[in-house]
């Protein structure tokens, strides 16, 4: 079966039609979108000396270096366009591994001819250009580009690959034979690629490289089609002939795009501009005659090759533009996301400097919300999560401060001093104990005070030495809250920077201002325990005289209720009994009651001392805690933290600390550069396609896929 595409909707697009819609895609092609996107072309391939050069030769009209000691080293772009003037340009597309100075070297390489005279050197030179020499390369992966203008031009598109080459000799060597393969195998893969594979009737087909990697590339034979070279070399009536017609029929190896055929004059006998003038003679009496005769005419010579060929790149084009327009529009998209996730670029000192602001006001909105507790911003992950309670700043710290006043409250003193006698614990100590060492500590320290009396000194160094824990649990909790908000700014620097640009903000900026400020909190924490602890007591919360009065009414109570025990003879309740005796000495109850809780003198001061400790203790706790909570936590920590980066301090800082945050590493520009250059050409080719997208092939809107392809037999 072969394909014959009904040229009626190719002819309906006018010549100027034709030769746009081929040269966006050539210009697609020069902006480097092939190698995004795979673009419709049609490339010819074959093994060495199988005859390429002589095929693209009879295609152009053009006299190509074909000696059978030359071949094609690099892949070559043909363009031919149909025009009133004759010229040739020819420039060198850099393949995409080279570096940026390569690129730039090769594109440099840019040559225009008035005519084809010194076209075969101007291969050489850029053949030199490519590094290729019998000293250098072999191969080269670049493509030449060579553009050709005349009034007997085919509009038409063609890309000639190096010939495939069966083993290493001394002048290839096996990279050179790898490289090949790889640079053929590359470009027969790309979907949109229509495969030219020429065949030697000097060998057996059967035999050759190109077959094999054509059906391993497009297995159902779709996009290929074949051509015969050489065929006069074939005895006549014999077994080789007739297994190469049968293989131009499409019997042997069959093509959907089918076989053609087409006899090119020994390069070795005849050279440039008379090659050129005779092969069309000879090859149209070689093909009037004999086996070759009886093949459709549309089979054989150059002239039905070249109109096939334009006919089966438009039909490509115009079958694949709908998909082409939709892949380039997708990558386009992905470029685009990738590139924004890079952020703004900051190359200059002025572009790293917004970029920080920018990142700055992020910050600052971000840290006021997890202050504030306003946990509505997409940052805030779920509260039930690890991560999500560490950035709920105010939350954490909240429980921070209910932890560090329940613990002052049940730690806080260094001693518990228990009323009963009994004692369980190694901070323990009972009330009568405690009273004896205040009583021999204000025996040492003893001033001007008159007997039975206490200096009130001596409670100044009873709430020192009670009050000792204070300091650790109180840094212990500043350490706390200040890790905390480390944390969150962490995260948040995290997500507003992204990772590197964020870590070299924390690193940099954020964690020495947290050093600062952690110095800072410590500082006016001590400030605080000091004002507590380094001068005499002073209050004039009334909070303090009802501690007063209730320890006394607490201890008097105690004391009352010995007095009923022992003189009632059984323990006071709120419903006693005491019928059992017919009368009681109630004035002894009342000199019992009168009598003083503490005889002796210096023991009862010792109380009243203890007393006033306890009493100034427990007001005193209540103040530490809320200072802390307040002046340490609220006023220093977290009115200092919006302000460890904001728009002032970026704008304070020196260009090299700017350059070393936010300016890009080598590997993050680079791919910023490469997806910008990627973007800037998807958007070009996305544009150049879109205008061919309403074209009417067939004179009415978007019948051109249905009406381009009309199978039929003619094997």
């Known amino acids: 079966m072969v394909v014959l595409f009904n040229t009626e909707v190719l002819n309906g697009l006018c010549s100027t039609d034709q030769l746009e819609l081929l040269d966006a895609v050539d210009k697609l092609r020069l902006q480097g979108i092939d190698h995004l996107i795979s673009l419709p072309q049609i490339i010819v391939c074959g093994d060495q000396s199988s005859g390429k050069s002589s095929v693209l030769e009879a295609i152009s009209g053009v006299p190509f270096p074909v000696k059978s000691n030359l071949c094609t080293r690099f892949p070559t772009e043909l363009i031919l366009r149909k025009s009133s003037r004759s010229d040739v340009t020819v420039s060198i597309i850099p393949h995409k591994e080279l570096g940026r100075s390569e690129k730039e070297a090769l594109s440099a390489f840019h040559k225009k001819l008035d005519g084809f005279d010194g076209l075969a050197d101007l291969i050489e030179s850029a053949k030199m250009a490519m590094g290729i020499s019998m000293q250098g390369k072999g191969f080269s992966k670049d493509l030449l580009r060579i553009e050709i203008s005349g009034p ?81 070399t074939l005895v006549e009536g014999s ?94 998209q992905e470029c685009t996301g990738q590139l924004n996730q890079l952020g703004e670029p900051r190359a200059t000192a002025h572009e790293q400097k917004l970029y920080l602001i920018n990142i700055s006001q992020k910050f600052q909105s971000l840290i006021h919300d997890a202050k504030t507790g306003t946990y509505t911003d997409p940052f805030f992950e779920k509260a039930d999560t690890d ?30 001093i228990l009323s009963s006698k009994t004692v369980a614990e190694e901070n323990e100590v009972s009330r009568d104990a405690f009273i004896g060492e205040v009583q021999e500590l204000m025996r040492r320290t003893r001033g001007r005070e008159l007997p039975g009396r206490f200096n009130s000194l001596i409670v100044t160094d009873l709430f020192l030495e009670q009050s000792k824990p204070w300091k650790e649990i109180v840094i212990s909790h500043v350490d706390c809250c200040w890790a905390a908000a480390k944390q969150c700014l962490g995260l948040v620097v995290i997500s507003v920077a992204g990772e590197s640009a964020g870590s070299r903000l924390f690193q940099k900026v954020i964690n020495p201002a947290l050093e600062d400020l952690r110095e800072e909190v410590i500082s006016k924490a001590n400030e605080l325990i ?98 802390v909570a307040i002046e340490v936590i609220e006023r220093k920590l977290f009115a200092a933290l919006s302000t460890i980066l904001s728009p002032i301090v970026v704008f304070d800082m020196s260009e090299d600390l700017v350059s070393a945050i936010a300016g890009e590493s080598r590997k993050r520009h680079f791919k910023r550069t490469r997806l910008a250059n990627q973007v800037e050409v998807l958007i070009k080719g996305s544009e150049t396609c879109k205008r061919f997208a309403s074209i009417r092939l067939d004179g009415s809107p978007h019948q051109a896929q249905d009406d381009e392809l009309d199978i039929g037999d003619t094997a």
């Not at 700043?393 to 409250?409: P, W």
């Open 152 to 232: 007997h031009h085919p509009h038409l598109t063609i890309v000639d690959l190096p010939g495939l080459i069966h083993s290493e000799t001394k002048q290839q060597s096996a990279s050179d034979v790898e490289l090949v393969r790889d640079v053929v195998q590359t470009y027969m893969a790309q979907p949109r690629s229509i495969i030219l594979a020429v065949v030697s009737a000097k060998n057996d087909f059967a035999n050759q490289i190109v077959l094999k990697l054509a059906r391993s590339t497009d297995p159902e034979g779709k996009r290929t089609m074949g051509v015969i070279t050489k065929p006069d």
């Open 239 to 332: 077994g080789s002939e007739a297994m190469y017609v049968s293989l131009a029929q499409n019997r042997e190896v069959e093509f959907d795009l089918g076989w053609h055929v087409l006899k090119n004059l020994d390069s070795e006998k005849v050279e440039g501009s008379s090659l050129l003038r005779r092969r069309n003679e000879e090859e149209e009496a070689f093909f009037s005659e004999g086996v070759w005769s009886q093949l459709p005419s549309t089979m054989l010579g150059v002239k039905e090759l070249r109109t096939k060929l334009s006919e089966v790149l438009l039909g490509q084009i115009a079958t694949e533009l709908p998909s082409l327009i939709t892949e380039i529009d997708d990558k386009l």
């Open 387 to 416: 991560l999500g309670y560490e950035q709920r700043l105010r939350a954490v710290v909240q429980n921070l401060n209910r932890e560090f006043a329940k613990k002052m409250k049940e730690s806080g003193h260094a001693r518990k």
């Open 530 to 627: 000091d004002s507590q602890m380094l001068c005499h007591p002073v209050t004039y919360n009334e909070q303090y005289l009802d501690a007063i009065h209730r320890i006394n009414d607490q201890r008097r109570r105690e004391f009352c209720s010995g007095v009923v025990e022992k003189f009632f003879g059984t323990t006071p309740t709120s419903s006693t009994y005491l019928g059992n005796r017919s009368s009681y000495n109630l004035n002894n109850l009342i000199d019992q009651l009168s009598q003083r809780m503490e005889p002796d003198d210096e023991r009862f001061a010792a109380s009243e001392a203890a007393d006033c400790m306890e009493a100034y203790y427990s007001v005193a706790l209540k103040r530490i805690v809320d200072d």
